[in-house]
């Protein structure tokens, strides 16, 4: 079984929010603005991830700036460019995946309605067999998908390192492999976890031990 991740490993978050940001620049929004609303909206402060358009805009209640548009704006970005901030390998990756034989997963971190949006915008729930959204702990997923005393290899295809790590010492079975994004590459060095830097060279490496 693969279980792949989505934001960082499938969907290049880091240009979506940039591009998010700059969408609400041309509103006058500083960009401190946008972080500090962002972070608002984010989570419940109980460790539920809440993140959605909707909530984003209702942040700036108080504010300045028309909900309105900064709605308009945020949605814009999620409904109508969704697919360009899909790395470019991301199909081809799954699609590599698909050869094996073996049944793939989608598990992702976010608010269920707005993460389900993305990866259905984004069309890559046509390449897995399962997409599974959850908005605390992906642990609980893991503990029903994954039979730690299993023979079976289990891949994980990640780019959360403690995340990742916790989830090899919890399952041993596991096989983590993590996508490298814009962190300092030492962290992935002392994870002892095989890293890459495309989902190219992570299907390759793969293939290479299946």
């Not at 704006?73 to 034989?101: M, P, V």
């Not at 290899?153 to 916790?166: C, F, G, R």
Request: some cysteine; proline content about 3%; charged content about 25%.
């Amino acid at each position: 079984m693969f279980i792949v991740d989505f934001d960082h490993t499938l969907f290049d978050t880091k240009a979506f929010k940039e591009a998010r940001l700059e969408a609400l620049r041309s509103l006058g929004v500083p960009d401190d603005v946008y972080w500090k609303t962002y972070e608002q909206a984010r989570n419940d402060g109980t460790g539920t991830v809440t993140y959605t358009d909707e909530r984003h805009a209702a942040a700036f209640a108080g504010t300045q700036f028309n909900r309105h548009k900064v709605l308009i704006a945020l949605k814009n970005i999620s409904e109508n460019r969704i697919k360009e901030f899909l790395f470019s390998d991301a199909i081809s990756f799954l699609k590599a995946l698909r050869k094996l034989g073996k049944p793939i997963v989608l598990l992702s971190l976010g608010a269920p309605s707005f993460q389900l949006a993305k990866v259905h915008g984004t069309g890559v729930d046509h390449y897995v067999d399962d997409v599974i959204v959850v908005d605390d702990n992906k642990k609980f997923v893991l503990e029903r998908l994954v039979d730690p005393n299993s023979q079976e290899t289990v891949w994980l295809i990640n780019d959360h390192i403690e995340e990742t790590k916790n989830m090899k010492d919890m399952f041993p079975n596991i096989h983590p492999v993590l996508k490298r994004t814009h962190r300092d590459t030492a962290l992935y060095e002392q994870s002892n976890i095989p890293f890459f830097d495309s989902l190219t060279e992570i299907a390759c490496y793969v293939y290479k031990n299946s």
